[in-house]
């Protein structure tokens, strides 16, 4: 980067950091560090929100989803406004109610102890995993843009996150979030606007989707059920549905949000605003990925998108094989551009039977070019079984550094920092105060002071940060992010809602049968993961109805057993 965008950057992130804590001004007590005193209003909450939930693996991976896959990983939101409305009338309303800190809090009043502790510990496990991805992903920018080892700049990057929300805590992550989102949505359309404006002089924006249709990436909605296929719209409406009920519902992430709205409307107002905003968003940031494959069809991209692994393997055994696959990857492109100027032609004299010709020579030629890769990433694989492969999280990095005018690519850059920081620090806010509420107050110390549980939240801010640096070393193992954070959370959120629907609207089952039922029901979630049983987002709605039925049948068969004697 130059040294104009170095200067955006840093001026970009302290400006919001300093705001942020200066809004704050370090909480005094507990309930200001945890719930920011539940003064804030609908379009904070909505923001704050929207932020915890749109990390920066939103908008390093989702843009590169689109490169790869298409517009079709959208189906993924489509059951979210449906949540939205379930969590209105049920979840808000009770957790106001109660007055708690913690979603978790209400479990023990409705059940006992150890079912609270459960389900508490299972977000914990999720969410200090799920956070040390958010973590790493930022890293990736430094790594890359820097050169160096990413494990230097996950140090980095945690410490500084740690630091601000162990000072402010909710408020000034809030409030931080607030202003990152309002610079994230600027930063978005900025960014649609030049890859089209950096697409040649014959082709515009609607030119550039109708090449991107032809090549098969504008595959928005897949009717077909199948529970093997991971992007639907069956899977997206029913398991969407069963996930976004519980990360919004349950994840102490996102409650930590809306309970710090000063009224029940306020907080209804701020999640119905995220349901409504969310799929747009979400949309258009697969877009600009799509619409980033456009360009690089006109312009030779990269044989592999992640410059520090490249380094490594042209200084290997492996170099001249290396540059053998450049080459055959480069003629390939050269090939193609008959028939992409040819798809163009066909496009602006409405062609269509050329224009399905040269899409079809192009689908041939993008499959050729997707062999190549796979035998690239074989390559890095022989030369370091460690080495990160999984190229999808740097394309659109590699696109923004490498194409965007100066003083744009440190403001882009920091749009993706931002993201990283607001939805890291509200991860380690409600982890912090899980750990405290849930946990510490309840079992270690039940009569201490504000001031004690005020230090005891910045201790636990430290310990989870940690545990999520330690987290962040590992993810590159994970391959593309935004799947596997909510692959991660289909692991568990299926089993927590079970445990809070059937808290809800079950209300002759007692903790003992929740509490094994959720045992048993988690077991089985792990099990159908490690053995790929069906496609992830069909684990949520398994592990919830799991833990409802197998709650009323333990229920029915001890009470029948009592009765009996």
Same mark, same amino acid.
Request: aromatic share 14%; proline share 1%.
């Given at each position: 980067?130059?040294?104009?965008?170095?200067?955006?950057?840093?001026?970009?992130?302290?400006?919001?950091?300093?705001?942020?804590?200066?809004?704050?001004?370090?909480?005094?007590?507990?309930?200001?560090?945890?719930?920011?005193?539940?003064?804030?209003?609908?379009?904070?909450?909505?923001?704050?929100?929207?932020?915890?939930?749109?990390?920066?693996?939103?908008?390093?991976?989702?843009?590169?989803?689109?490169?790869?896959?298409?517009?079709?990983?959208?189906?993924?939101?489509?059951?979210?406004?449906?949540?939205?409305?379930?969590?209105?009338?049920?979840?808000?309303?009770?957790?106001?109610?109660?007055?708690? $800190?913690?979603?978790?809090?209400?479990?023990?009043?409705?059940?006992?102890?150890?079912?609270?502790?459960?389900?508490?510990?299972?977000?914990?496990?999720?969410?200090?995993?799920?956070?040390?991805?958010?973590?790493?992903?930022?890293?990736?920018?430094?790594?890359?843009?820097?050169?160096?080892?990413?494990?230097?700049?996950?140090?980095?990057?945690?410490?500084?996150?740690?630091?601000?929300?162990?000072?402010?805590?909710?408020?000034?992550?809030?409030?931080?979030?607030?202003?990152?989102?309002?610079?994230?949505? @600027?930063?978005?359309?900025?960014?649609?606007?030049?890859?089209?404006?950096?697409?040649?002089?014959?082709?515009?924006?609607?030119?550039?989707?109708?090449?991107?249709?032809?090549?098969?990436?504008?595959?928005?909605?897949?009717?077909?059920?199948?529970?093997?296929?991971?992007?639907?719209?069956?899977?997206?409406?029913?398991?969407?549905?069963?996930?976004?009920?519980?990360?919004? @519902?349950?994840?102490?992430?996102?409650?930590?949000?809306?309970?710090?709205?000063?009224?029940?409307?306020?907080? *209804?107002?701020?999640?119905?605003?995220?349901?409504?905003? /969310?799929?747009?968003?979400?949309?258009?940031?697969?877009?600009?990925?799509?619409?980033?494959?456009?360009?690089?069809?006109?312009?030779?991209?990269?044989?592999?998108?992640? /410059?520090?692994?490249?380094?490594?393997?042209?200084?290997?055994?492996?170099?001249?094989?290396?540059?053998?696959?450049?080459?055959? $990857?480069?003629?390939?492109?050269?090939? /193609?551009?008959? $028939?992409?100027?040819?798809?163009?032609?066909?496009?602006?004299?409405?062609?269509?039977?050329?224009?399905?010709?040269?899409?079809?020579?192009?689908?041939?030629?993008?499959?050729?070019?997707?062999?190549?890769?796979?035998?690239?990433?074989?390559?890095?694989?022989?030369?370091?079984?460690?080495?990160?492969?999984?190229?999808?999280?740097?394309?659109?990095?590699?696109?923004?550094?490498?194409?965007?005018?100066?003083?744009?690519?440190?403001?882009?850059?920091?749009?993706?920092?931002?993201?990283?920081?607001?939805?890291?620090?509200?991860?380690?806010?409600?982890?912090?105060?899980?750990?405290?509420?849930?946990?510490?107050? *309840?079992?270690? /110390?039940?009569?201490?002071?504000?001031?004690?549980?005020?230090?005891?939240? *910045?201790?636990?801010?430290?310990?989870? @940060?940690?545990?999520?640096?330690?987290?962040?070393?590992?993810?590159?193992?994970?391959?593309?992010?935004?799947?596997?954070?909510?692959?991660?959370?289909?692991?568990?959120?299926?089993?927590?809602?079970?445990?809070?629907?059937?808290?809800?609207?079950?209300?002759?089952?007692?903790?003992?049968?929740?509490?094994?039922?959720?045992?048993?029901?988690?077991?089985?979630?792990?099990?159908?993961?490690?053995?790929?049983?069906?496609?992830?987002?069909?684990?949520?709605?398994?592990?919830?109805?799991?833990?409802?039925?197998?709650?009323?049948?333990?229920?029915?068969? $001890?009470?029948?057993?009592?009765?009996?004697?």
């Amino acid at each position: 980067m130059s040294l104009i965008d170095w200067i955006v950057l840093v001026i970009t992130l302290l400006s919001i950091i300093s705001y942020g804590v200066w809004k704050s001004r370090g909480a005094k007590n507990i309930h200001g560090f945890l719930l920011a005193d539940r003064k804030l209003q609908w379009y904070h909450i909505g923001l704050s929100v929207m932020a915890t939930q749109a990390s920066a693996i939103t908008f390093l991976s989702a843009p590169g989803q689109g490169f790869n896959d298409g517009l079709r990983f959208v189906q993924f939101y489509f059951g979210l406004p449906l949540a939205m409305v379930v969590l209105c009338i049920t979840f808000i309303p009770i957790f106001h109610k109660l007055n708690v $800190y913690t979603a978790y809090e209400y479990l023990e009043k409705r059940f006992d102890n150890k079912t609270r502790s459960l389900t508490a510990f299972l977000f914990l496990l999720q969410r200090g995993l799920s956070t040390g991805i958010t973590i790493y992903a930022p890293a990736i920018i430094l790594s890359t843009i820097l050169n160096i080892n990413i494990n230097y700049t996950i140090l980095a990057n945690g410490v500084l996150v740690i630091a601000y929300t162990v000072y402010g805590g909710t408020k000034a992550v809030s409030y931080t979030q607030m202003l990152q989102m309002t610079i994230m949505f @600027g930063g978005l359309f900025l960014a649609a606007y030049m890859v089209v404006h950096l697409l040649p002089a014959n082709v515009g924006f609607a030119d550039a989707l109708h090449i991107a249709g032809k090549m098969n990436k504008l595959n928005t909605i897949d009717t077909k059920f199948d529970l093997n296929n991971r992007y639907n719209i069956w899977s997206g409406i029913i398991g969407g549905f069963f996930l976004h009920l519980s990360y919004f @519902g349950t994840d102490q992430s996102q409650v930590g949000r809306y309970l710090t709205g000063s009224s029940v409307t306020q907080s *209804r107002l701020g999640v119905i605003m995220n349901g409504l905003v /969310k799929i747009p968003m979400q949309f258009f940031i697969l877009l600009i990925g799509v619409l980033v494959f456009t360009f690089y069809q006109f312009h030779q991209s990269p044989l592999m998108f992640n /410059k520090v692994e490249v380094n490594r393997i042209e200084n290997s055994e492996f170099k001249e094989q290396y540059k053998m696959l450049e080459s055959d $990857y480069e003629i390939v492109f050269k090939q /193609k551009q008959v $028939y992409i100027n040819n798809l163009v032609d066909a496009i602006h004299t409405n062609n269509t039977k050329a224009a399905d010709e040269a899409g079809e020579q192009l689908q041939v030629f993008d499959k050729k070019n997707t062999a190549i890769r796979k035998e690239a990433v074989t390559l890095m694989e022989r030369n370091s079984r460690l080495a990160d492969t999984n190229d999808i999280n740097y394309i659109f990095l590699t696109f923004v550094t490498q194409q965007m005018p100066v003083g744009i690519i440190g403001l882009l850059i920091a749009i993706i920092f931002l993201a990283a920081m607001g939805s890291t620090a509200s991860g380690l806010n409600s982890l912090a105060s899980t750990t405290v509420v849930d946990f510490y107050k *309840r079992l270690f /110390k039940k009569q201490g002071s504000d001031k004690n549980y005020l230090s005891a939240s *910045r201790w636990a801010t430290v310990f989870w @940060g940690m545990f999520c640096i330690i987290a962040a070393l590992y993810a590159s193992k994970l391959g593309n992010m935004i799947e596997a954070v909510n692959i991660l959370g289909s692991l568990f959120y299926g089993t927590i809602l079970g445990i809070f629907l059937v808290a809800f609207y079950m209300k002759k089952i007692s903790g003992n049968a929740v509490f094994y039922a959720a045992l048993i029901a988690e077991s089985f979630i792990v099990y159908a993961w490690i053995t790929n049983l069906t496609a992830f987002l069909w684990l949520n709605v398994i592990g919830c109805l799991m833990v409802m039925i197998l709650s009323f049948l333990i229920q029915y068969f $001890y009470n029948n057993h009592t009765s009996a004697k």
